[in-house]
């Protein structure tokens, strides 16, 4: 079965840095596009940026362009997101997701910006 474990989240001041892993397992990680998604207190759970399985494709959303980079290594089967220039309407709960896992979703890792 899919599973999928986030990590990296923390607490860090405006303007720093953090990078979050996915761990993937469960099936044939490289032949699946993986997105990161984020939930903010008191909102929806939102699209923050997809890639395709071979690294050809990278979306993000317009809130995060510039700052955040999606990334992969279909060897380790894990997928990254690298959060420069944070904000503090950066803090969220972080999850990765695959079209694979359908309505499931894991525990996401918890990122706090302070100012």
């Known amino acids: 079965q899919v599973q999928l474990v986030e990590s990296g989240g923390g607490l860090v001041q405006s303007g720093g840095s953090l990078r979050l892993s996915c761990a993937a397992s469960?099936?044939?990680?490289?032949?699946?596009?993986m997105s990161w998604y984020r939930q903010a207190p008191g909102t929806e759970r939102a699209l923050v940026a997809s890639?395709?399985?071979?690294?050809?494709?990278?979306t993000y959303a317009a809130s995060v362009k510039g700052r955040f980079t999606i990334s992969r290594d279909n060897d380790k089967n894990q997928v990254y997101l690298q959060m420069n220039s944070l904000k503090p309407e950066d803090t969220a709960v972080y999850y990765c997701?695959?079209?694979?896992?359908?309505?499931?979703w894991g525990r996401g890792t918890q990122v706090t910006v302070s100012s």
């Open positions: 469960g099936f044939t990680f490289r032949w699946y596009a």
């Open positions: 997701k695959t079209p694979f896992s359908g309505g499931s």
């Open positions: 890639i395709t399985g071979g690294g050809e494709s990278i």
